[in-house]
């Protein structure tokens, strides 16, 4: 809708200022709000727990642990979701004894090579094979992939409420699900989208500089859409610095 009133703003203003029509000054009115939307990632312990808790990934159906791996390989690399799904063996390369990911985007074009951790190398060798030409982790529908993971997330218990907000007419509002009154919950809120916004915030929790950030997610130096993660990380580490500061000044 926000790109639709653009082009109407700026079609009106060319007939106006190019062609001499007297339409008016009514697309002056026009304008679009700039909002920003909440971006939920999981926290670096709640990834861990998906890729380590053997227990926990013994109780998943099948169907299940697949959805688990695809998700912990998309936190670990930083894949769109539809890069993920084009993935093949040819896209894997072993470098002295080092598996590294090769690939081009499909939405940016971009290429990346990416050094993959030991738990991502375990997954890739668990679900390749001998034809080079089958997608590595199969197909499955976006709808299927985010009903499944917004289980296997309250499985897990991450349930912990969220208040999401968003802004209507200048005014911010609270969002809350037509046939729920509770608040909303984590795991309601995962979906494909977590995976690379994930990825990011890890990178950068984890005190990786971000220029090296960007390179291997793809955002150029002028992306705005970064500096949100970089907000994001800082006051991560904001609220774990306070819980240090806390400790220190107790005696």
Known sequence: MGANIKVIRVFFNYLKNDKDLNTGDFQRLFYVRKEEIE??????????FLIHDKEFEQT?????????DIFVFGCSTGLRYSDIFL???????????????????????????????AYAVAIFQRYTTSNNKVPLFGNTSLFNFNKSLKHIGELAGFTTPIEVSREKQGKTQTITKKTDTSKNRFCDKMSSHMMRRTAITTLLILGMPEHLVRKISGHSHASTSFNRYVH????????EIEKVHSKLESY
């Open 60 to 68: 998943l159906i099948p169907s299940y642990k697949r959805i688990k």
């Open 87 to 117: 993935l093949t063996n040819k896209n894997f390369e072993k470098i002295d004894g080092e598996w590294y990911l090769k690939l081009k985007s499909k939405k940016t074009k971009t290429f990346s090579f990416i050094k993959l951790s």
């Open 39 to 48: 971006i939920f990632v999981l926290s670096p312990e709640q990834l861990k």
């Open 232 to 239: 994001y990380a800082q006051a991560y580490m904001d609220k």
